[in-house]
């Protein structure tokens, strides 16, 4: 199977000018590594690379050759090279002087060709998937991580504790691939989306005529989970009748099917999880006490998001690199954008994050996300609008294009100012600033002097009508 890493490799030996290409592709985000011809013989199909850019003039076409046979779905990319070399993967030639919209052409070429086709990174069973919200290097997490691996190995049940949103069925997952029980079923039932007198039936299975609508004998999720793990997500909502039926399947390991007599053993390890306080139901009469103590041998409690923002910054690592390898984009973050980030409450969670995280790819696909594209309830640090600057000539221009262009004419308010021009001539620039004070003075009045709601009013940016009261001297009162 072939494996995919996130790095450029260049074959070249050490100059000057090749230091100065990996800088300009350092400052754009890649990882580089510099190699010389002779360990291209080590390369095989099975490894592939975000591009190889090869010196052709320390390589002879024969060799070149090659190594499209060898690696064919390796994006390479030629230094000093010919026109006519470029076939097949050998996607284009990098020419000096190295500049940023060349190299950055380069490599879309390059994501372009690696995605048709997708390589399939082998997984093993008996190794931690470090799904979203298991990535970070904070106390709260690195924790979650070692009682997974404490606990994996026996059969004891595992009570999952933290808020929606954390990843507790990420957590019950590592448990059952690192578990002697890998190679068997892992089988989630949400407690709480089932209707109350249909659990019975999704977990312990019915017979035929059992009740209406039941056309045939049907397994539970017990008997489908057999051999392997069982995970019940918000164990909380599960209804009192049903948690005396669950306590004694984990007591004796035998159950019976709904409308059945025949008794049946049950191998499952069982691993829940709830976002609700389980102590406070029990003293509510909501849970059942010795349901609790006989789910609650291992506690693992994930800590939220809120408590770990140091792991925001590998949590979009992570979520970024997820969506693109799904073939849907890549966006980065400026160091801006993360520390606002950081400074959000995450009531979501990881989900949350998770979320947003999809929302930007789809708004900048390829893109750099700065703190002015986050959304608004994500901006924590306030930076000023950038504005592209246009000179007085530009701006004529465009007037003068406006004017005798097929476009309706856009409509002013009435104004105290003269419909006609006086025989003695105006001074424009004037006439327009009056104009201008006038109307964001208007504006302040009608918002209450709230600046962001007079900009919309106005139809310009925030930014903008603080730049043009200062000009002017205003004040929001």
Not at 76 to 97: F, K, Y
Not at 197 to 210: I, T, V
Not at 265 to 289: D, G, K, P, Q, Y
């Amino acid at each position: 199977m072939m494996q995919i890493e996130q790095r450029i490799l260049i074959v070249a030996s050490p100059s000057e000018r090749i230091t100065r290409l990996c800088c300009i592709f350092e400052f754009l985000g890649e990882q580089c590594e510099l190699i010389a011809s002779e360990k291209l013989s080590s390369l095989t199909e099975h490894t592939r690379f975000r591009a190889l850019v090869v010196a052709n003039k320390q390589m002879s076409l024969d060799t070149l050759k090659s190594l499209q046979k060898t690696i064919p779905w390796q994006p390479i990319l030629l230094l000093d090279g010919e026109d006519e070399l470029v076939s097949a993967n050998v996607l284009g030639n990098i020419d000096e002087p190295f500049n940023y919209p060349q190299l950055t052409e380069l490599l879309h070429f390059c994501q372009v060709y690696g995605q048709a086709k997708k390589p399939q990174v082998p997984t093993s069973v008996n190794q931690t998937k470090l799904f979203r919200s298991l990535v970070g290097r904070s106390d709260g997490i690195a924790h979650v991580r070692h009682l997974i691996n404490q606990v994996a190995s026996s059969d004891a049940t595992v009570l999952i504790l933290g808020q929606s949103g954390t990843g507790n069925e990420v957590v019950a997952r590592n448990i059952h691939y690192l578990s002697e029980r890998s190679d068997g079923p892992f089988i989630p039932v949400n407690c709480g989306a089932i209707p109350a007198e249909l659990l019975e039936s999704e977990l312990f299975g019915h017979e035929k005529g059992s009740f209406t609508g039941a056309i045939s004998s049907r397994k539970g999720r017990f008997e489908l989970a057999e051999g392997g793990t069982l995970f019940l997500d918000e164990i909380g909502d599960m209804p009192m009748q049903m948690q005396v039926k669950l306590l004694r399947v984990l007591q004796e390991k035998v159950f019976e099917r709904v409308g059945g007599s025949k008794t049946i053993s049950t191998n499952v390890r069982v691993v829940a999880a709830t976002h609700r306080n389980l102590e406070s139901m029990i003293v509510e009469n909501e849970f059942r006490e010795d349901l609790y103590y006989r789910l609650n041998v291992f506690p693992i409690e994930m800590p939220a998001l809120s408590e770990r923002r140091d792991d925001v910054p590998l949590l979009l690592q992570e979520l970024v690199s997820r969506v693109f390898n799904e073939g849907r984009g890549k966006v980065r973050f400026t160091q801006r954008a993360i520390e606002s980030l950081k400074e959000h409450n995450w009531s979501g969670n990881v989900r949350e994050l998770s979320n947003l995280v999809e929302r930007l790819t789809i708004l900048f696909p390829g893109g750099l996300v700065d703190v002015n594209d986050l959304p608004n309830k994500y901006r924590y640090i306030d930076v000023p609008e950038y504005s592209v600057e246009i000179d007085e000539e530009q701006l004529e221009r465009d007037a003068l294009a406006s004017i005798f262009s097929d476009e309706e004419p856009v409509e002013l308010p009435e104004t105290r100012f003269p419909s006609e021009l006086p025989p003695e001539g105006v001074n424009l620039k004037d006439l327009l600033a009056e104009l201008e004070i006038d109307m964001i003075r208007q504006a302040l009045e009608q918002q209450d002097s709230v600046v962001a709601r007079a900009a919309e009013m106005l139809g310009i940016r925030r930014t903008t009508l603080v730049e043009k009261m200062r000009k002017y001297g205003m004040s929001k009162d």
